[in-house]
T-cell receptor, first 113, second 119 residues
Framework: EAQVTQNPRYLITVTGKKLTVTCSQN?????MSWYRQDPGLGLRQIYY???????DKGDVPEGYKVSRKEKRNFPLILESPSPNQTSLYFC????????????FGNGTRLTVT | AQKITQTQPGMFVQEKEAVTLDCTYD???????LFWYKQPSSGEMIFLIY??????QNATEGRYSLNFQKARKSANLVISASQLGDSAMYFC????????????????FGSGTQLTVLP
């Protein structure tokens, strides 16, 4: 089954404790992206990757890191999480063609206390 | 300026009736695409329908159709014969620069409309 898998689904952590949210897709997609969703703001892009070893900032990259060492994986790293990073996070991928939709993972609800 | 505007934070519709969810957009790029997604209470994002700026006809997918008015820069989602399972948050999104490369792959989302279908 074609899918984007992100883990964990829920994560509660404390300020400053490094964490990684994993994302993997099995559709051989070139393009992968991370979004955060906050009430009233919709989804905002954090980082994206056009292909292996090619990443770039989205609209809200501060406090996040990513890497793309393999085509299928695109982890999101929070080196020193803060309470304002409490949010619902989505990983997404697409074939890279302009008309193709984003395929989303099921989301990770992160709480930073 | 907001690139995607959804002016209805919440909407109610009676079961079996049709409902229109509004979406207006702002772009100077002649080549763009508009997407609608559904997010049920379980949280996943489900792709519903796509409309390209050069498409001659309005997109349809089952009970979903897109009322695309290019001159008004609006791309309203119409759901016919509403069902209880249609209760969800609905997001409109746009991708600019379909012909160009680079950050053209980004989808910009609106703030969403929470639809509630009443029995």
């Amino acid at each position: 089954e074609a899918q984007v898998t992100q883990n964990p689904r829920y994560l509660i952590t404390v300020t400053g404790k490094k964490l990684t949210v994993t994302c993997s897709q099995n559709m051989n997609h070139e393009y992968m992206s991370w979004y955060r969703q906050d009430p009233g703001l919709g989804l905002r892009q954090i980082y994206y990757s056009m292909n292996v070893e090619v990443t770039d900032k989205g609209d809200v990259p501060e406090g996040y890191k990513v890497s793309r060492k393999e085509k299928r994986n695109f982890p999101l790293i929070l080196e020193s999480p803060s309470p304002n990073q409490t949010s619902l996070y989505f990983c997404a991928s697409s074939s890279g063609q302009g008309t193709s939709p984003l395929h989303f993972g099921n989301g990770t609800r992160l709480t930073v206390t | 300026a907001q690139k995607i505007t959804q002016t209805q934070p919440g909407m109610f519709v009676q079961e079996k009736e049709a409902v229109t969810l509004d979406c207006t957009y702002d772009t100077s790029d002649p080549s763009y695409g508009l997407f609608w997604y559904k997010q049920p209470s379980s949280g996943e994002m489900i792709f519903l329908i796509y409309q390209g700026s050069y498409d001659q006809q309005n997109a349809t997918e089952g009970r979903y159709s897109l009322n695309f008015q290019k001159a008004r820069k609006s791309a309203n989602l119409v759901i016919s014969a509403s069902q209880l399972g249609d209760s969800a948050m609905y997001f409109c999104a746009m991708r600019e620069g379909l012909i160009s490369s680079g950050s053209a792959r980004q989808l910009t989302f609106g703030s969403g409309t929470q639809l509630t279908v009443l029995p």
